[in-house]
């Protein structure tokens, strides 16, 4: 799955895919268990991922490291992570995606911690986010888009996604296809 492939080898391996899985950095890996759902009305446009995040070291797994996250998306502009960890306490990481042209976007990571965690925490996780958010838009940036799309059974998630965000499209809204004649939407 998307997580899996991405997002297990470390962040300290770095954002660049040909490198993500460097044998310097594999005595340490994350493991995300992922649950994805649509919100009930009258909050149908926004959308909520459980997220528990493990880090082991050395093949071994450590509580302390343990982290849950509750991804809150908004629309398709804004997502808040909520994070929960057993010693740290909770903060609050925001992504607020702004459109600014056909295929780029402006997108700014803010985090808020409990004032009690010393600066250089939260600095640090926000580096780790950044980083694991870098690799996926190695993927957006050279992904081909198909409209029915063969998807295995673990990217059940994928279709489901696609789906409800298909909601923020109107009819008038530009269609990819146009792109076989040019960039000018």
């Known amino acids: 799955s998307h997580l899996s492939h991405l997002h297990k080898p470390s962040f300290l391996s770095g954002a ?6 460097s044998k310097l950095w594999s005595f340490t890996t994350h493991d995300w268990k992922v649950d994805w759902e649509v919100e009930p009305e009258p909050n149908k ?3 909520r991922m459980l997220i528990n995040h493990t880090l082991c070291v ?3 797994h450590f ?3 343990d982290m849950n996250v ?3 998306q908004v629309g398709p502009g804004i ?3 909520f994070i929960s960890h057993s010693v740290l306490g909770s903060g609050v990481i925001l992504h607020c995606v702004t459109p600014v042209e056909p295929l780029l976007q402006r997108v700014a990571h803010s985090i808020y911690f409990q004032a009690r965690v010393p600066a250089i925490i939260p600095k640090f996780i926000l580096r780790a986010e950044c980083v694991q958010f870098e690799r996926d838009v190695m993927i957006w940036n050279n992904k081909k888009y198909i409209s029915k799309p063969l998807l295995l059974k673990e990217d059940a998630a994928i279709a489901r996604h696609r789906r409800w965000f298909a909601q923020f499209y109107s009819e008038n809204s530009p269609r ?4 076989q004649e040019g960039l000018d939407w």
């Not at 990819?176 to 792109?179: G, K, L, S």
């Open 45 to 47: 446009h926004c959308a």
């Open 79 to 81: 997502v808040h992570l």
């Open 63 to 65: 509580p302390l490291l």
């Open 16 to 21: 660049d895919l040909r490198y993500s899985n």
């Open 176 to 179: 990819f296809t146009f792109r």
């Open 70 to 72: 509750v991804a809150r």
């Open 58 to 60: 050395f093949g071994h």
